[in-house]
């Protein structure tokens, strides 16, 4: 079985700084990971997302991703954080199972917060 | 631009009058799913069509059921809406789940619509 935790429900931070979202995993089988990014009264857009390859994933938006399976970790990342960036973050896991792609399982969201 | 579409935006319902979600969709993609957000909360998996297949989630209540009467189509239906049932309701699609060129070691993305805020007075 999969499932995700992410670190923190509220993320502050100043525009132009650092932006990290922490998102750890678990899963018992290879898993594939994804970032995706919901602002108010929005669907989920995906921001980028880990199959297989190179652990570093850039997605749009200048946003990162670095898949550390010794720590089963998928933070997110943003080296300079831009107003418009204020939305929610969900972090999200699926993996390969029996035959078919194992439905995603979603972290609680962490709700990203950019002041002037 | 292929799209999921969801009708309508915002839908007002009273207690236990049944209520339709409407999802459309011009990627032709084989899979639709349904989703239930409640505020600050991560989307809940209802239930997915692959093709006709219909998969209900095992906590899915029975008060939810949905139709899916060709590809492009799929339709929520709350028969007895309760106040805890007022929610965002978000309609995804992808490609696939099974054996194909998406996978093993390849990924079907889920490609969400705008979603339906749902409110029970």
């Known amino acids: 079985a999969q499932s995700v935790t992410q670190l923190g429900s509220h993320v502050s931070v100043s525009e132009g700084a650092l932006v990290l979202l922490r998102c750890n995993y678990s899963s018992s089988v290879p898993p594939y990971l994804f970032w995706y990014v919901q602002y108010p009264n929005q669907g989920l857009q995906l921001l980028l997302k880990?199959?297989?390859?190179?652990?570093l994933v850039k997605g749009i938006n200048g946003f990162e991703a670095e898949f550390k399976k010794s720590e089963t970790s998928f933070h997110l990342t943003k080296p300079s954080a831009h107003m418009s960036d204020a939305a929610e973050y969900f972090c999200?896991?699926?993996?390969?199972?029996?035959?078919?792609?194992?439905?995603?399982?979603f972290g609680k969201g962490t709700k990203l917060s950019v002041k002037p | 631009d292929a799209m999921v579409i969801q009708n309508p935006r915002y839908q007002v319902t009273q207690f236990g009058k049944p209520v339709t979600l409407s999802c459309s969709q011009t990627?032709?993609?084989?899979?639709m799913y349904w989703y239930q957000q409640k505020s600050s909360q991560a989307p809940k998996l209802l239930f997915h069509?692959?093709?006709?297949?219909?998969?209900n989630e095992a906590d899915t209540p029975d008060n939810f059921q949905s139709r899916r009467p060709n590809t492009s189509f799929c339709f929520l239906d709350i028969r007895s809406p309760g106040l805890g049932d007022a929610a965002m309701y978000l309609c995804a699609t992808s490609r696939g789940t099974g054996l194909g060129s998406g996978g093993p070691g390849g990924i079907y993305e889920q490609y969400f619509g705008p979603g339906t805020r749902l409110t029970v007075t």
């Open positions: 999200a896991v699926s993996a390969w199972m029996g035959g078919s792609q194992g439905n995603l399982i």
């Open positions: 069509y692959y093709d006709k297949d219909f998969n």
């Open positions: 880990y199959t297989t390859g190179a652990t």
């Open positions: 990627l032709n993609h084989n899979v």
